[in-house]
């Protein structure tokens, strides 16, 4: 079975909270941080309620999570400071993760500021012999992100990453987390050539180096060396791009993480979509929403098909409008979902008391097109 899941909350109760929202969204898998993000405060390991986690896990047959490091580590700074912090946390961090029982972490290599790339490859390949060697006794793996390239972030090439993984001393612990926005960003053809860019990825650096697969669409163009992910369906890339990944050979049985923003028309609205996202991409969706999911999509066909508005075109159109004329942008800087979204309830195409969350799953499934919804 695909093991498909998503970024849950770490927060509350640790594990036990993030494994009981991952099964809430009928997840086999998920990715914690194992504080936020954004710091390095972290609560002592035995407020992280790990073996009520690992209860409720194996009762719904999660054995594969994983952890991501909090992104202000930068292996690649050349300030002596920085690159001391990002050493001696991520090595608190493999501890951690060990401790929780996961075997790989995540971990966006670095950037390399006022340097140069070279500069920044060397760096992290010192940063990350340093934390290997001392955290000898984990089985933990690092997991190097391949990034967009956006800035001077290092890993926006597969041979950025194999340069990285030939100059560590124990790169059998190196294992490396797959971006589809990221790669996408970064210039790989996902869409129109997933066995080309695969093949490119086994050449280089070994297909099974792949550890994770995080699943995002993307708001921007192939190669835009951007990083801005959109829900699946919802951007360039594409429900059948994606499923194009996430239902691949050469992927078979690794593990799906998504990364999509939560959507909403305010803050206190937004929901995340992975319980439909989910569902779409393991082929469960009416299991899971029942009958009634189906009939609502196809009522959006009948509406949308009406008023001239084909799922892929509309998506592609609105970007590239939003990106190139920064005059209609700002006269209207809906992104196409939430347009969609306004233009059902305007013309109330679905019954008065349905959720917003429950008209954008449906958007969702609109978006994956009439081939998907044919197929269900
Ligand atoms: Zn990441």
């Not at 002596?80 to 290599?109: C, M, S, W, Y």
């Not at 972030?153 to 990285?164: H, K, M, N, T, V």
Request: proline fraction near 4%; charge should be negative.
């Amino acid at each position: 079975m695909l093991k498909i899941g998503s970024h849950v909350s770490f927060a509350g109760k640790g594990l036990l909270t993030a494994a009981n929202e991952a099964i809430s969204y009928g997840s086999g898998t998920f990715m914690i941080y194992t504080g936020a993000p954004q710091n390095t405060r972290r609560k002592p390991i035995e407020e992280l309620y790990i073996p009520e986690g690992k209860e409720v896990m194996a009762a719904s047959g999660i054995d594969n999570i994983v952890v991501h490091a909090p992104y202000i580590v930068n292996l690649g700074s050349y300030k002596e400071d920085t690159f001391r912090l990002a050493i001696d946390f991520l090595q608190e961090e493999i501890r951690r993760t060990h401790k929780i029982g996961v075997k790989n972490i995540v971990l966006h290599p670095g950037a390399y500021t006022d340097k140069d790339a070279q500069y920044g490859i060397e760096r992290i390949a010192a940063g990350l012999n340093e934390v290997l060697e001392a955290t000898k006794e984990t089985d933990v793996n690092i997991a190097l992100e391949t990034m967009a390239g956006k800035g001077t972030e290092i890993g926006r090439s597969f041979e950025e990453l194999a340069q990285i993984i030939e100059r560590v001393n124990l790169n059998n612990r190196l294992t490396v987390c797959m971006d589809t926005c990221h790669i996408h960003d970064a210039g790989y053809d996902i869409v129109g050539d997933v066995d080309g860019v695969l093949r490119k990825f086994d050449d280089i650096i070994g297909l099974d180096r792949i550890a994770v697969v995080h699943v995002n669409d993307s708001k921007n163009p192939l190669g835009a060396g951007k990083d801005r992910h959109a829900p699946i369906g919802s951007g360039w890339i594409g429900y059948e791009g994606i499923a194009g990944v996430v239902g691949h050979e050469l992927l078979k049985d690794k593990p799906f993480i998504l990364e999509t923003p939560w959507i909403g028309k305010k803050e206190t609205s937004e929901r995340p979509m992975y319980e439909a996202e989910i569902a779409m991409l393991s082929g469960t969706t009416i299991e899971r929403f029942g009958d009634e999911f189906a009939e609502d999509v196809e009522r959006l066909h009948y509406f949308f098909d009406k008023v001239g508005i084909e799922p892929r075109l509309y998506v592609l159109n609105t970007w590239e409008l939003l990106k190139s004329d920064a005059k209609a942008r700002k006269a209207d800087p809906r992104e196409p979902m939430e347009r969609l979204y306004d233009m059902l309830m305007e013309n109330r195409v679905l019954s008065g008391d349905i959720s917003e969350e429950a008209v954008n799953q449906r958007l969702l499934g609109f978006l994956a097109g009439p081939d998907w919804l044919s197929s269900l």
